[in-house]
């Protein structure tokens, strides 16, 4: 029975994951033309049989005498819903980095839900779904998804950018934002000519450079401006090379060799100028035989 | 003293010899003084081939009995240092107390003894705690600083500016903490590891564990590491954690005149002796997070006087040590109660997934102990003779200081100049590891490779050097920072600040260790064997670090005790193994070559091979000042005052008729117990009076303990002078005595087993003929020609 269950359960994670990565790739919009036409081809005999009727009479469920109840399976069917939502979101702003700005309400969405089954709050029909769903097997999938989407919402620090409630953006990311567009429509605007891009651009980049400096401290910087900003930091110095000039090495070479100098004078001084410290011998009272014990091997040597 | 100068003017009359030309020819006088004096040294060879019928001619004889003055040199021994009275003298008054106390009283001394171990540890753990506070923000505030500043001159120009503001700073740094060293306590300079090493030996050094020194040291270190030295505060502690023990055991302070009536039982050196090595204990424990470590540290260095009981009480100690630094660095943290940091260096943990090692890579790690081996060497020799050079020439105070601000500024200036030049740029860690990136001439995002190990305080550079992920430092930038940083360390210890060595050794081994794993990656194939260069820079770390100070088991467990890796055992054992036997084929370890150059008469842990055929009669001083049991007051007094003969123990013989015999020996009386007797007036002739007052007990001579006032403070009378004294209640009725005969290494053993301070050669009829000191011992060592004898020497 247990294996059956278990069965049940690895099918039912297939069917998602398949889900989750067809329907991403349903939406063409930011995907790369080439993958786009790949993947469907893959997942398209999985995703044709996994609808939710199916499933369930793949895996036999009228040989079970505790069925799950109506309530619970449609949470579970909101979940699946929100879950694929969600991380069809994630994937669709992958790179660059955009997930914070344009998934938070399909995150607080799966979160709500989740919420929701774990809680002990009986259902109608006074039914607690938070066993049945979630803890009546070894895999505890519905669990591990989540927790890996929430371990994943939490690295990319999304909430330092978005209010409290995570219901929109804050106005520090917004004015960030702002900045950061400023920044680049100016790059934009200079794209043929690099040194005049590196002087004219200078001062609304820094002002973005201190702005990031700033948030930075201030611990309201999320993926997204990391990225963002990472970006911006590499066209500047790399594809545009506004690098700093090393132009100074005179002076510093010239302070350097002073420095160094100096302690050759000083221990040249003190070796000609400083007294050399002496020892005076002591010589001990020694029993007259080994005195002249030792004056035998002394002579010898 | 007015004898040994009439002396030294009597001897530079005689010949040439004694002239000094002045100034220019400071260098080539040093040279002849230097080759005269080893022509002088004695070479005792195999009597076998002596040929006794060779004349002596008389010039070497008057070059030998006359009073000359040498440079200092490696082969003397100070008059300065004496032996601690380990042995317990089983006088009358002892065996009195001890009858008088209850065994409920033994009881209570020995909780008292538990009770001084937990407060030891906890002060030392406590003082590390402040030490690591001070640092890290004293540092960060002159990181921070000078960061600012080379950020806003890159853009502007100008960069020579940060380059002065930042030696600048760091020689204010020094220069106060060398300026407390060198004028107000020259004993606290250095890591205090070799002088806690001798006063384990049994050798007194003066004001070594007095508080004054604790507290210039731990400013010391503080100024120190802020300085941006190439130093650590790992040794420095061992120190403090020693004097926090030899304070609190005596339940008062001399320094500062107050005395609070508690553990007045355990004022003697025995006791004292024993509470040091505990304080030790919790120092290693408190700077490594090590407690086993700590223990085995105070067993290695004072192997001699042992027992289990006192072993568990030091590790008592060390354990609470540990736990104090631990819990109020939590507290400082903000995470109060999560034990996470335990000493004062944290390595970071090792996870045994990404570093593990195999079979094959064991003969890898002893090529690097034997590479640590001879890099240690290296170090040790360089540094053997600057700090001959530094004893000879740079004696002054006020040329120390000036010293170690150069140190100071230099070490700014070779570590601004190879960042500045440095073109190894790295992405930013996503974990912030970096506390001070510096960009330079970076592009945005990177910063510059080199500065992670400049401009840092030297652990966390260590730190990072373990733990960065591969690909961190390039191979270029990890070769020129080993090279300078190697010849910086080698450069700063010594210096008048209190500083240690442990963390410099480990960020140069860490170093070239991290290059060794890089540049295997190079040469082998797959990536992948050699994927962690982390686990080749600890174990280059180690090898670097065995290589220099040379301690075996201790160091093994302190390594796996930071690292928290018991898997690592195995091969940071065989790597120090290696790093020793390879380095001792040079030079002593580092401690032991400043032991040597300090004079210090100290006692190995056996006699030197090839010593069988010296018996007792030769190794002795002979004629022995003794006192008969009914003595003469104004002959104590003579004897005492007498400066050119600074005795401290002397044999009590029973009177006899001829003056030229020696008397028969019947016990032992020291110089203390003497200058108590004399303070109190305990003559025969006042025995009467004395009747009605006090009679003098084991207390009074532990009230004057350890600073017993010098002779000339107290006052005789002339009426006085002619009083007797009877010594027969004070003295050691039953001194240790061996025949002429007795075998150097016998003689030896007895006194490094039962820390004697005065042994008395008798004859067949018990008469004594010679008193065998630790000077007198520890004057043989097996040079480079077999055995020879160091020098006496005033310093």
Redesign the interface.
């Known amino acids: 029975m247990d294996v059956l269950t278990k069965f049940t359960f690895v099918i039912a994670c297939w069917a998602v994951i398949f889900i989750t990565v067809a329907d991403c790739s349903n939406d063409p919009s930011e995907m790369s033309g080439d993958s786009a036409r790949k993947l469907p081809s893959v997942v398209i005999p999985v995703s044709q049989t996994s609808t939710l009727g199916s499933f369930y009479s793949l895996s036999l469920s009228s040989l079970f005498p505790e069925d799950l109840n109506e309530y619970c399976i449609e949470l579970l069917s909101i979940y699946r819903q929100r879950y694929v939502t969600y991380a069809n979101c994630l994937v669709t702003y992958a790179r660059p980095v955009k997930i914070c700005q344009n998934c938070y309400t399909d995150f607080n969405s799966l979160e709500d839900i989740y919420k929701n089954i774990s809680s002990d709050h009986p259902g109608p029909g006074n039914v607690s779904c938070h066993d049945s769903l979630m803890r009546s097997d070894r895999l505890m999938l519905l669990y591990a998804l989540f927790n890996q989407l929430d371990e994943i919402w939490r690295s990319a620090a999304c909430k330092q950018c978005l209010t409290k409630e995570q219901e929109a953006l804050s106005n520090d990311t917004v004015y960030f934002m702002a900045t950061l567009n400023q920044s680049l429509s100016c790059f934009e605007q200079y794209q043929k000519n690099h040194s005049e891009l590196c002087k004219d651009c200078k001062a609304s980049y820094k002002k973005l450079k201190a702005l990031y400096g700033r948030m930075d401290k201030n611990q309201t910087l999320c993926i997204d401006l990391e990225d963002a900003m990472n970006i911006t930091q590499q066209l500047w110095s790399k594809n545009f090379s506004c690098l700093l000039p090393r132009e100074e090495t005179v002076p510093v070479i010239a302070v350097s060799s002073f420095m160094l100098f100096l302690p050759i004078i000083f221990y040249l001084s003190s070796f000609l100028h400083s007294e050399q410290k002496k020892r005076k011998l002591i010589h001990p009272k020694r029993a007259k035989s080994s005195n002249s014990l030792m004056n035998i091997q002394d002579k010898f040597n | 003293m007015a004898n040994?100068a009439k002396k030294?003017s009597w001897s530079s009359r005689g010949d040439d010899r004694g002239e000094r030309t002045p100034?220019?020819n400071?260098?080539e006088?040093?040279k002849h003084d230097r080759k005269l004096s080893e022509g002088a040294m004695?070479?005792?060879?195999r009597?076998s081939?002596?040929?006794?019928e060779?004349e002596?001619t008389p010039e070497?004889?008057i070059v030998?009995?006359r009073?000359?003055?040498?440079?200092?040199n490696e082969k003397?021994l100070s008059?300065k240092f004496e032996s601690l009275d380990y042995d317990n003298s089983e006088n009358q008054l002892f065996l009195e107390e001890e009858r008088r106390m209850s065994h409920m009283g033994f009881r209570c001394l020995e909780i008292r003894r538990w009770v001084i171990c937990g407060l030891i540890g906890f002060l030392t753990g406590l003082i590390a705690c402040m030490i690591d506070i001070a640092v890290e923000k004293l540092a960060g505030y002159k990181y921070l600083a000078v960061k600012e500043n080379i950020e806003k001159y890159?853009?502007l120009?100008?960069?020579?500016i940060s380059?002065?503001l930042w030696?600048v700073l760091n020689s204010a740094f020094v220069m106060v903490g060398a300026l407390a060293v060198a004028f107000l306590e020259p004993t606290a300079a250095g890591s205090g590891i070799p002088q806690i090493k001798c006063f384990l030996n049994g050798v007194k050094i003066p004001r070594v564990v007095r508080l004054k020194t604790l507290v210039i040291k731990v400013f010391g270190v503080i100024c120190s590491v802020a300085g941006g030295l190439a130093v650590g505060k790992e040794g420095p502690m061992i120190h403090s954690g020693a004097v926090v023990a030899a304070g609190v055991s005596q339940g008062r302070s001399t320094s500062l005149k107050r005395d609070f009536k508690i553990f007045e039982y355990f004022r003697r050196d025995t006791e004292k002796r024993d509470f040091v090595s505990a304080g030790a204990a919790a120092g290693v424990s408190a700077a490594f997070g090590a407690p086993v470590g700590g223990v085995l540290f105070s067993l290695e260095e004072g192997a001699s006087f042992w027992n289990q009981l006192l072993t568990w009480r030091i590790f008592f100690a060390s354990m609470v040590s540990s736990f104090t630094l631990n819990f109020f660095l939590s507290i400082y943290h903000g995470k109060l109660g999560q034990l996470s940091s335990p000493g004062l260096i944290n390595f970071g943990r090792f996870d045994s997934d990404t570093v593990q090692y195999n079979l094959y890579e064991i003969p890898l790690f002893i090529i690097m102990g034997a590479l640590g081996g001879v890099l240690g060497a290296l170090f040790n020799v360089i540094n053997y003779w600057l700090t001959i050079?530094r004893?000879?020439?740079?004696?002054?105070p006020c040329?120390q200081v000036?010293?170690a601000m150069?140190?100071a500024?230099?070490t700014a200036?070779?570590s601004?100049?190879l960042i500045?030049s440095s073109n190894d740029c790295q992405p930013l860690g996503q974990d912030n590891s970096e506390e001070y990136p510096l960009q330079?001439?970076c592009?945005?995002?990177?910063y510059n490779s080199m500065a992670t190990t400049f401009f840092n305080t030297p652990e966390r550079s260590v730190r990072s050097l373990f733990h960065n992920p591969p690909g961190t430092y390039n191979p270029m930038t990890l070769g020129v920072f080993t090279l300078a940083y190697f010849f910086l360390a080698v450069w700063t210890y010594g210096l008048t600040v209190s500083a240690g060595v442990f963390i410099p050794s480990l960020l140069i081994g860490a170093a070239w260790g991290r290059l060794f794993g890089i540049l295997l990656s190079y040469i082998a194939s797959s990536q992948s064997i050699w994927a962690d260069p982390g686990k080749y820079a600890l174990i280059g770390a180690a090898a670097q670090l065995g290589g220099i100070v040379r301690m075996t088991l201790s160091l093994t467990v302190i390594l796996i005790e930071a690292t928290g890796n018991v898997t690592y055992g195995f091969p940071i054992m065989l790597v120090l193994m290696t790093a020793k036997i390879v380095g001792d084929y040079f030079i002593e370890g580092l401690y032991d070559v400043h032991i040597k150059l300090q004079?210090v008469p100290f006692l190995h842990w056996d006699a030197p091979p090839t010593s069988h055929w010296l018996t007792a009669?030769?190794?002795?001083?002979?004629?022995v000042t003794c006192f008969n049991r009914v003595e003469k007051v104004g002959r104590i007094v003579d004897v005492l005052s007498n400066t050119s003969t600074n005795h401290n123990g002397f044999p009590v013989v029973i009177h006899t008729t001829e003056n030229d015999e020696p008397g028969k020996i019947c016990g032992l009386i020291l110089r203390s117990q003497l200058i108590v007797l004399l303070k109190h007036k305990v003559f025969v002739e006042r025995a009467s009076s004395r009747l009605r007052q006090r009679k003098l007990q084991l207390k009074d001579f532990r009230d004057a303990y350890p600073r017993f006032p010098p002779i000339q403070s107290i006052h005789v009378s002339q009426d006085e002078r002619e009083c007797m004294m009877d010594l027969t209640e004070f003295m050691n009725p039953t001194p240790y005595t061996v025949p002429q005969e007795t075998s150097l290494p016998r003689v030896f053993k007895l006194f490094r087993a039962l820390g004697l301070r005065h042994l008395v050669v008798v004859d067949h009829e018990n008469r004594v003929?010679?008193l065998v000191t630790r000077?007198?011992l520890a004057r043989y060592h097996v040079g480079k020609?077999g055995l020879e004898e160091l020098?006496?020497?005033?310093?």
Do not use: C
């Open positions: 040994i030294v100034l220019l400071g260098a006088d040093g004695f070479h005792i060879g009597l081939t002596v040929d006794l060779e002596i070497e004889d030998r009995s009073p000359k003055e040498i440079p200092h003397l008059l890159t853009e120009g100008g960069l020579s380059l002065i030696a050079f004893i000879r020439y740079v004696h002054r040329l000036m010293e150069l140190v500024a230099v200036t070779v601004f100049a500045y330079l001439f592009a945005d995002g990177e004079s009669r030769e190794v002795m001083s002979s004629p003929v010679g000077k007198d020609d020098h006496l020497a005033q310093t």
